[in-house]
């Protein structure tokens, strides 16, 4: 891409300007499109985390047709994305007639396109071995050049233009999130799972905390019945030396990880609490974990994966 390009492609971004109000009743629409490896996948996810309702590779025919069905939800489905791209192939010529029906009925619509330079879009189509979609028997750069003069109109009638060749998918995801988050932040939101060693690690976890450290309630004959949950259990674990402990310094320690997570555009973690059984121990600190966490404005759900197994 020359330097002229990427001007306007940065102008174009920074002169996005406040979006209409929509009308109520009709959800608001951004269409997702641009070159292939600029990013549209990561710039589709960023809208799914701020709570859109994001359709891939819709046929532009339909897209009139999901916004009728997003009113009829009466609210449940306020703002709808779709990604449309040069793999709807035959598809792709309905997006003009498309559009014309979304502004016939006073849908409020925006379309961010994405694009980069030729250079880093061959790296990247070389990083994951794949060939890019129009190219044919031809080279990468032949791909590249067909898609551009396929998609030189659209990129015309963008809201938003976004230049990914020097941006990382943290940054692209920011870019995002400034648009259109809102006057709100994105929240980081935390599944705190506790488990048993004995039956595997949860093969999705971000994080993992031991709390074998910690003498087993399942020993006390009176207690081995209840669970984490049950208070004679709970009091029994946080009265051992050091539970208090651990519990304050490692919500020290989450603080710092999750304000880090936040910088980097993460928007989910997953912690693991285990102990032996996943009954006892593990379920106790938790469940004070996750009270943690929502106190420091983490939205945060707790799973106790193995409390009924034993």
């Known amino acids: 891409m020359s330097d002229a390009a990427s001007s306007t492609a940065d102008s174009a971004a920074g002169s996005a300007g406040t979006a209409p109000e929509p009308v109520p009743g009709i959800p608001e629409l951004v269409i997702i499109s641009g070159m292939s490896g600029a990013g549209r996948s990561t710039a589709a996810k960023g809208l799914e985390d701020l709570g859109w309702f994001v359709v891939d590779n819709l046929p532009p025919s339909l897209i009139p047709a999901m916004v009728d069905l997003g009113a009829r939800t009466q609210g449940a489905v306020a703002r709808i994305a779709v990604v449309v791209d040069v793999r709807g192939r035959t598809f792709f010529d309905d997006l003009r007639e498309a559009l014309t029906q979304l502004e016939t009925a006073a849908v409020v619509r925006r379309i961010v396109f994405l694009e980069a330079a030729d250079d880093a879009l061959v790296r990247r189509f070389e990083n994951v071995r794949r060939p890019h979609p129009l190219q ?46 809102g006057s709100s932040e994105p929240r980081l939101k935390a599944t705190v799972m506790s488990f048993g060693f004995k039956y595997g690690l949860p093969v999705d ?77 593990s379920v106790a600190m938790a469940e004070r974990l996750a009270k943690r966490m929502q106190e420091d404005g983490v939205e945060s759900v707790v799973v106790h994966r193995d409390k009924g197994r034993e």
């Open 136 to 181: 044919g028997d031809g080279r990468i750069v032949d791909g590249i050049d067909a898609e551009r003069a396929l998609l030189r109109e659209l990129r015309g009638q963008a809201d938003l233009v976004i230049d990914t060749t020097n941006l990382n998918v943290h940054e692209l995801r920011a870019k995002m999130d400034a648009q259109f988050a």
């Open 205 to 281: 976890a971000d994080l993992v905390v031991d709390c074998r450290f910690l003498p087993n309630p399942h020993w006390i004959p009176e207690l081995r019945p209840f669970t984490g949950t049950d208070e004679p259990v709970a009091r029994y674990v946080f009265d051992q030396p050091g539970a208090k402990e651990f519990l304050d310094g490692y919500t020290e320690l989450l603080r710092i990880i999750t304000e880090g997570y936040r910088r980097e555009g993460k928007r989910y973690l997953t912690l693991a609490v285990g102990c032996t059984g996943g009954k006892h121990r």
